[in-house]
Nanobody, 124 residues
Framework: QVQLVESGGGLVQAGGSLRLSCAASGRSSGSYVMSWFRQAPGKEREFVAGISWSGRSTLYADSVKGRFTISRDNAKNTVYLQLNSLKPEDTGVYSC?????????????????WGQGTQVTVSS
């Protein structure tokens, strides 16, 4: 089992920045992909960004490319999502997810563990 706890969400004005963190605990062996998803009110959950265990492979949704950056610190069992140039349409609950595979994928059904999420609200 892997437990995931997100933090760092909040209210920010358009154009601002936030840094989300996701701390993992529980399973200490094996390589796993970490990804971020988000869900806006009335919309389906969507993939935002993912990173391989080594950190050498990343994947981003087109809507966030060039604005968001995913990274990880395996010594701290933590993955980060830096959100820059935020837009009101970035508003939603951001959740991290773990996948016991090598590479990130966009399909949320391919992920094994989920955090509870952290709210990001971007005002115009």
């Amino acid at each position: 089992q892997v437990q995931l706890v997100e933090s760092g969400g909040g209210l920010v004005q358009a154009g601002g920045s936030l840094r989300l963190s996701c701390a993992a605990s529980g399973r200490s062996s094996g390589s796993y992909v970490m990804s971020w998803f988000r869900q806006a009110p009335g919309k389906e959950r969507e993939f935002v960004a993912g990173i391989s265990w080594s950190g050498r492979s990343t994947l981003y949704a087109d809507s966030v490319k060039g604005r968001f950056t995913i990274s990880r610190d395996n010594a701290k069992n933590t993955v980060y999502l830096q959100l820059n140039s935020l837009k009101p349409e970035d508003t939603g609950v951001y959740s991290c997810a773990a996948r016991l595979r090598i590479y990130p994928v966009v399909n949320d059904s391919e992920y094994d563990y989920w955090g509870q999420g952290t709210q990001v609200t971007v005002s115009s």
